[in-house]
C-alpha cells in the first residue's frame, strides 16, 4: 500500500501541475480522492501508512492552492513535491523501522505469575502452533532467559532489559552471542516496537533455544539456581 501511495501522489503532482497529457488539476483532485477512497486505506492502519495518508492529503491541498499562483510554474511544483518527499522520508525514517535502532531496550520479563523456561517454551510452542509468531517469538526469548538463570549462567535480576540480556548471556556462552544479540534485536522490535512477529525469525530463536539446552553448562551460585522468578509470565502486551 505504501508503494502504490507513493505512486499516486506522485501522478497526482505531475498532473496537477500541468505537465500530465490530458488531465487538467480538476482532474487530478478527483484522481487523488478516487485513490484515497479504495478500501484498502480505510482498514485498521498503522502509524506509518496513517502518516502517509496525511501527507497525501496535505500534498493535495497545497497543489491544488498553488498550481496557479506559484512563480516558476511546473518547475517549481516539482520543487516542492521533492521538497514533500523528503519530509516524508524523515518522518518515516523517525517513526518506522529504522528509528529502532534509536529506541532504548526494553525489559524482558512480563507483569503476572512466575514462570520456569520449561512453561515459557511450553507456551511458545502452543502460540507457534496457533500461527501467533509475534506472541510465541516473545515467549521463546523469555524461555532461554529464563533457562540461562535457572542454569546459573545468568544472576536473575529485575528489569533486566533484552540488550543487557544478550550482552550477559553473550559474555557466557560467546559461541551463542550473535543469535543472542539477534535474539533480543526482534524481541524489542515485536514487544516495543509493534513489528509482527515470522515464523523464520521464531524458528532461528527455536532452534537457539534447542542449542544452548544441549550444550550450556550450570553453574553453581549462592543460595542454588533454581527456577526463575524474575522472568514472570502472562500473556504478552
Not at 54 to 66: M, S
Request: with cysteine; aromatic share 4%; hydrophobic share 45%.
Amino acid at each position: 500500500m505504501v508503494t502504490a501511495a507513493r505512486g499516486t501522489v506522485v501522478a497526482v503532482l505531475a498532473s496537477a501541475a500541468g505537465g500530465g497529457p490530458g488531465i487538467g488539476r480538476k482532474a487530478a483532485q478527483q484522481l487523488a480522492r478516487a485513490e484515497l477512497a479504495k478500501p484498502e486505506y480505510h482498514h485498521h492502519v498503522s502509524l506509518t501508512e496513517a502518516v502517509i495518508l496525511a501527507v497525501l492529503h496535505f500534498l493535495t491541498r497545497v497543489v491544488n492552492a498553488a498550481s496557479g499562483a506559484v512563480p516558476g510554474g511546473w518547475w517549481a511544483l516539482v520543487a516542492l513535491a521533492a521538497l514533500a518527499v523528503i519530509v516524508t522520508a524523515g518522518m518515516l525514517n523517525w517513526i518506522g523501522p529504522l528509528a529502532r535502532s534509536h529506541r532504548g531496550s526494553g525489559p524482558l520479563a512480563a507483569e503476572g505469575e512466575a514462570r520456569t523456561a520449561r512453561h515459557h517454551r511450553q507456551e511458545a510452542q502452543r502460540l507457534a502452533g496457533a500461527g501467533d509468531y509475534t506472541a510465541a517469538t516473545i515467549e521463546c526469548v523469555r524461555a532461554i532467559a529464563a533457562e540461562l538463570e535457572q542454569r546459573g549462567l545468568l544472576p536473575p535480576r529485575m528489569g533486566r532489559t533484552a540488550d543487557e540480556f544478550a550482552a550477559e548471556a553473550g559474555r557466557a556462552l560467546p559461541v551463542h552471542a550473535d543469535a543472542l544479540r539477534d535474539a533480543a534485536r526482534q524481541f524489542d522490535e515485536i514487544r516495543y516496537g509493534q513489528r509482527p512477529g515470522s515464523r523464520a525469525g521464531y524458528e532461528r530463536l527455536s532452534e537457539l533455544d534447542r542449542r544452548i539446552m544441549a550444550s550450556a553448562p550450570r553453574v553453581s551460585r549462592p543460595g542454588g539456581a533454581g527456577a526463575a522468578p524474575v522472568m514472570a509470565g502472562g500473556p504478552p502486551s
